[in-house]
């Protein structure tokens, strides 16, 4: 008999954006004159430019031919996309990579949620604070987080403040941590870090 996960079942029952986007409705329902600038999810500055647009089209097009349709792409990537990138992105830097080196995945979300998989549940681990939810959802779902306190702080945990004090740069930790997420640039703080 399969049983459920019971680390699912620490989740917050509410998804911050989800969350964020109920407030900002019943805002605007209260305040209908208010102008607002939204800073978050799916909330962008421009459309997209012409370039994306046309090679949209060219896709959208050659799938919809039978002389040209190809279904779903390998799953590590197609190979010109692969060349293009290592031709664009590492070549001129001087990096040189073989094609088995790029991996093509559908995003950071999901590739920061699931690379979690590959470790065992109990490496202790750090988070920058504010950080982008999946980071700490990924871990409560895998059993890493431990418990969960009532100011919602989880014991496992080891939160590494991004204040306005430290210039949203945390400190090292103090004591040792298996996997530290760096959230850069941080969202929602906007902070990148140098090299340094």
């Known amino acids: 008999m399969a049983l459920v996960n019971e680390h699912f079942l620490k989740l917050q029952s509410n ?14 329902v209260t305040h ?23 090679a949209m089209h ?4 050659e799938m919809a031919d039978a002389q040209t349709f190809h279904g779903y ?11 293009t990138i290592i ?3 590492f070549a001129p830097r001087g990096i040189t990579l073989s094609p088995s080196e790029i991996f093509i995945s559908d995003g ?19 988070i920058t604070d504010p950080v982008y939810p999946v980071y700490v959802d990924s871990n409560i779902m895998c059993g890493r987080s431990g418990t969960q306190d ?21 400190d090292i930790p103090g004591h040792r941590v298996d996997l530290i997420y760096l959230c850069y640039p941080n969202n929602p703080t906007g902070t990148t870090l140098t090299r340094e």
Not at 58 to 61: F, K
Not at 73 to 83: D, K, M, R, S, V
Not at 108 to 126: P, Q, V
Request: with cysteine; net charge negative; hydrophobic share 35%.
């Open 15 to 28: 998804y911050l954006f989800s969350d964020i986007a109920k407030r900002v409705n019943a805002f605007k």
């Open 32 to 54: 209908p004159q208010a102008h607002l600038i939204r800073l978050g999810i799916g909330d962008v500055t421009c459309p997209l430019p012409r370039a994306c647009i046309e």
């Open 58 to 61: 060219r896709a959208v097009d």
């Open 73 to 83: 792409g390998p799953e590590q990537g197609y190979p010109f996309l692969i060349e």
């Open 87 to 89: 031709k664009h992105d």
């Open 108 to 126: 950071a979300k999901s590739d920061t949620g699931n690379i979690g998989e590959l470790l065992r549940w109990d490496n202790s681990m750090a």
């Open 150 to 170: 009532a100011e919602g702080r989880w014991s496992n945990v080891t939160y590494l403040p991004c204040t306005s004090e430290n210039g949203f740069i945390p």
